[in-house]
């Protein structure tokens, strides 16, 4: 893997140095001249300009040309010299300058200024919808989302078409496991501790290419925070209240002038969620038949702050840095208070227990980020490179205790002891992630790329539980229930595609590879070690596109996708809950899947958009969840518990198909329906499930009279299968309303309801060979919201001239312009 990166890096290296090298063998005979034309107002390039190159000596014609889509022009070769640049443009003062050209000479960007003196203000009116597809990736806007405002991530992620996320906040697309991405970079962010103020759009790509990390068994999802670039300076500023006593703040702030472009943003969030919980379970032992009823009645607090400061240098018109440093720190304490009923074969209750079952967890989370992006003269051709640092602490208490009594209220200490246990730890999680892209189109209808990854994660945790030994009265160490772990990896990859066509056919091939290194130590328990080193996979990915007459295009894809276990995944240590056990598992292996998907793209007068897909997965190592019962001896006691922890199974297949339709009905209402149904069949330890299962979910916005807008968002969901048993179906509906104020619309005041119906829950039947057991969780979904945003700024390119007439026009207020 060694010599591949330092090939591939000397190759993208080297693509400049080639170039020299021959402007070199050309001694003095021949030089390049190269600039970029920009709109001294607006700061956009300006295209098809004509750009001449005159002598110095007698003004005389030596070349010339017009400029490119991007405002770029170049002359390449010319005699080093002095020369005379003129630029003439309709609407446009002429611009000369004076320019000596020695072997490679870049006159950076030239601020065109327009000819007219008077003009009247002109109404600009244009909107990103909230919603638009591509047969390779669908981008959610989520600045058009009104139930996901003063929420977090896993908010916005509910309201995403072809998105799932169930109530534990997991995310899936197509009955499948995503990679979820910040910025395009993996993180130790939770998506609760991602404010949605904070986000600009979320991508989804189904079936990535190899230009994208080859994890993750159903694609990737890139969660783009918002970054503003306008010159001068304006922000929004946000604040929310819901009927759950949860509150947001937040503030966004960006300024702008020349070459420096300094952005902050801070954001609070103080969420309440209350959650029951309920367990019924039916136990066979031997010829006897007992009932456990368990039922749990908490609070699931999240409070945390956000704050992210940064700036971008263009260095000129051809590079570009930029910095940014990120913080979130807060506390996530789910609080619960337990009943358990012990019941006979009858289900007459014998005795119950008291107790509660409390986490408090602090944590905190740092990243840093350098980017740098270089740009030639060649359009379409550029490098890019970024360095990603990112640092998790935390700290976590577990408070348990278990009381039972007789149905008189008297305690009762047999058959079921009593059980007190504290637990007191901490954890860390450092992540880099170093990553460099070179794109080289080589005609205008292809291009190469390439690229080199790595990723380097490691992680400790810690955690020592004390039980209390009710014979002696003393709290003894709990070796079973605490662990002493570290965790560590690398993964290195590097990437190499070609896109071509002919006529209206177009493909793309490509090839990543990616090796991976695993270790973990439980360093409480002796020889608890285990050290995986997988060998070079290679990853390839093919797409082939056909355009037809009419705006409609057909693709076919296929691409080979890895899953590899999430680091609590291997955690081997036990997390116990009154009678009900889970932990992780050291012994897994990634999963392996080949995907391959069917696309069809039509556009309708550009107001109907109609993607059908078809698609198979198919999954060696499938990860799933495995129910088993078993007997832990917790503070001295034997406790007969079910344990899940996953496993590996030997094979998931699933085929189904999607369809998403984006209608714009009328000018001012528009729907989104997504619909995703599939069959899925999997195998683990000798057990067979299978079944139909399919998603749906349909987002409306319409724009009413008084600056209203409202939208309703349903999604549903069908039965899940499992290996043991499965989950059951569920359904939701949202309903938010914004009106905007002010003759700039730069002031809003939006009130959401969540769950209308109050219907978000989790169900799910599981059986073992002693066990069948039915769990039942809800949180309080249904949730009124109320907030506020305004924006404010003006549009400035002069915002800090020492003049006192500013050049290049007056700056305007920024209005209802979003980030």
């Known amino acids: 893997m060694r010599k591949i990166v330092i090939l591939l890096l000397g190759w993208v290296l080297c693509m400049n140095s080639e170039a020299f090298a021959q402007r070199q063998q050309q001694g003095e005979l021949h ?12 700061g956009k390039p300006v295209e098809y300009a004509s750009v001449a190159l005159l002598n110095a000596s007698d003004s005389a014609l030596v070349t010339g040309m017009l400029s490119k889509g991007n405002g770029d022009f170049s002359f390449s070769p010319v005699k080093p010299g002095s020369y005379i640049l003129k630029i003439y443009f309709i609407g446009y003062q002429t611009f000369f300058k004076a320019v000596t050209v020695k072997t490679v000479s870049d006159v950076g960007n030239i601020r065109l200024k327009t000819t007219a003196r008077n003009l009247k203000g002109v109404e600009v009116v244009g909107e990103k919808p909230a919603f638009t597809m591509a047969i390779d990736k669908r981008v959610f806007n989520v600045d058009k989302n009104l139930a996901s405002v003063g929420g977090t991530a896993t908010d916005v992620l509910r309201q995403v078409p072809s998105v799932n996320v169930d109530i534990d906040g997991n995310v899936s697309v197509r009955n499948g496991s995503p990679t979820i991405f910040i910025d395009g970079r993996p993180s130790t962010l939770t998506l609760d501790q991602i404010p949605a103020d904070a986000i600009a759009n979320i991508e989804v790509v189904t079936n990535p290419s190899a230009k994208y990390d080859a994890e993750g068994m159903s694609g990737i999802l890139n969660i783009v925070l918002k970054k503003n670039r306008r ?35 801070y954001n609070l969030r103080d969420r309440k969620s209350p959650m029951k919980q309920h367990l019924f379970r039916k136990n066979f032992d031997g010829a006897d038949t007992t009932f456990l009823d368990q039922y749990q009645d908490g609070d699931f607090g999240r409070r945390f702050q956000s704050g992210r400061i940064g700036f971008d240098w263009f260095i000129d018109n051809r590079n570009t840095l930029t910095l940014s440093q990120g913080i979130v720190g807060g506390d ?27 986490s408090k967890n602090n944590f905190r989370n740092y990243t840093s980020q350098i980017g740098y992006k270089r740009t030639f003269a060649k359009e379409g051709m550029e490098l890019t490179g970024d360095f990603t640092y990112n640092r998790s602490t935390g700290k976590n208490n577990n408070d348990y205790s278990l009381q039972y009594y007789d149905m008189q209220g008297q305690p009762s200490n047999s058959p079921n002891q009593p059980e007190l246990r504290q637990g007191r730890g901490n954890s860390s999680t450092t992540y880099y992630t170093g990553q460099i892209d070179f ?8 291009k190469l790329e390439a690229g080199l990854r790595t990723n380097v994660r490691t992680f400790n945790s810690l955690l020592n539980t004390l039980g209390k030994n009710f014979n002696t009265g003393a709290f003894e160490y709990d070796s079973a229930l605490s662990n002493n772990y570290h965790y560590s990896e690398q993964i290195n990859a590097a990437y190499v595609s070609y896109t071509g066509g002919t006529g209206n056919f177009g493909y793309q091939t490509g090839l990543r590879a990616e090796q991976s290194y695993y270790s973990g130590e439980m360093r409480n328990v002796k020889d608890a070690n285990y050290k995986i080193d997988y060998p070079i996979s290679l990853f390839p990915s093919v797409f082939l596109t056909q355009k037809f007459k009419g705006d409609h295009e057909l693709q076919l894809n296929y691409s080979r996708r890895i899953q590899r276990p999430w680091f609590r995944d291997l955690l081997p240590n036990i997390q116990y809950n009154a009678n009900s056990a889970n932990r992780g ?15 069809y793209l039509k556009d309708f007068a550009k107001k109907h958009n109609v993607l059908i897909s078809v698609y198979y997965r198919n999954t060696n190592n499938a990860i799933t969840n495995f129910y088993v019962d078993t007997t832990l001896n917790l503070d001295g006691q034997e406790r007969k518990v079910v344990l899940n922890y996953p496993i590996n199974a030997d094979q998931r297949n699933s085929f189904g198909a999607e369809l998403t339709v984006r209608n714009q009905i009328t000018k001012s209402w528009d729907i ?7 069959q899925t069949k999997i195998s683990a330890n000798n057990l067979n499930n299978s079944g139909f299962v399919w998603f749906g979910k349909v987002n409306s916005n319409t724009k009413l009279p008084w600056n209203l807008t409202l939208q309703v968002t349903g999604e549903y969901e069908s039965r899940q299968i499992l290996p043991q048993g499965e989950d059951a179906p569920e359904y939701q509906v949202d309903l938010a309303m914004k009106k905007d104020f002010f003759k700039k619309k730069n002031f809003s005041v939006a009130l959401g309801l969540t769950d209308i119906f109050n219907t978000d829950r989790d169900l799910s039947w599981t059986n073992t060979s002693f066990s069948s057991s039915e769990r039942y969780r809800k ?31 007056e700056g305007g207020d920024m209005g209802g312009d979003g980030f």
Do not use: C
Not at 31 to 42: N, S
Not at 233 to 249: D, F, M, P
Not at 585 to 596: C, H
Not at 784 to 798: A, E, H, I, P, V
């Open 31 to 42: 030089a390049e001249l190269m600039g970029k034309l920009l709109d001294d107002q607006t």
């Open 231 to 265: 010159a001068g300076i304006n922000g929004l500023i946000t604040g929310g209240y819901s009927t759950t006593k949860s509150s947001n703040a937040g503030i966004d702030l960006n300024i702008r002038q020349d070459k420096i472009n300094f952005f902050v943003n």
């Open 332 to 358: 996530f304490n789910n609080l619960n208070e337990q009943t358990t009923y012990d019941l006979d074969a009858h289900q007459t209750r014998l005795r119950y227990g008291l107790g509660r079952n409390d």
């Open 439 to 446: 794109v080289n189109p080589l005609s205008e209808r292809s």
């Open 585 to 599: 598992n050291p012994a897994l292996k990634p999963e392996f899947t080949n995907s391959f998907e069917l696309s």
């Open 672 to 678: 989104t329906t997504n619909l995703n149904a599939s």
């Open 779 to 809: 949180r309080v979904s249904r949730e009124l919201r109320l907030n506020l945003s305004w924006r404010f700024g003006k549009m400035d390119t002069k915002l800090f001239s020492k003049k006192g007439k500013r050049e290049g026009g």
